[in-house]
Nanobody
Framework: QVQLVESGGGLVQAGGSLRLSCAAS????????MGWFRQAPGKEREFVAS????????AYADSVKDRFTVSRDSAEKMVYLQMNSLKPEDTAVYYC??????????????????WGQGTQVTVSS
């Protein structure tokens, strides 16, 4: 069983930075893929970034590539999302997710089994 808790959201001006954290509990953390998704009011939940079991491979949505960085610390069971050069369109609730098994791409919500409660990120212009 995996439990996820996000933190680090808040209000930031455009161009600023935030670092989101996801605390994971469970003995299988080191062997599962992790992802970050976001959802704005009235919009579908969308993929932001993912990181492989070992942390050696990452993937990003085109909208955040070169601005966001996902990382993980398996020893501490933590996953991070460093967000730089934030834009108003980045405003959303950000969710941490974990996949217990295989998937096609780990870029779709239905490919994940565990979800955190989300943390609000608001970027003002």
């Amino acid at each position: 069983q995996v439990q996820l808790v996000e933190s680090g959201g808040g209000l930031v001006q455009a161009g600023g930075s935030l670092r989101l954290s996801c605390a994971a509990s469970g003995r299988t953390f080191s062997s599962i893929n992790m992802g970050w998704f976001r959802q704005a009011p009235g919009k579908e939940r969308e993929f932001v970034a993912s990181i492989s079991r070992s942390g050696s491979s990452t993937a990003y949505a085109d909208s955040v590539k070169d601005r966001f960085t996902v990382s993980r610390d398996s020893a501490e069971k933590m996953v991070y999302l460093q967000m730089n050069s934030l834009k108003p369109e980045d405003t959303a609730v950000y969710y941490c997710a974990a996949a217990r098994g295989g998937a096609y791409s780990f870029t779709y919500p239905w490919e994940y089994d565990y979800w955190g409660q989300g943390t609000q990120v608001t970027v003002s212009s």
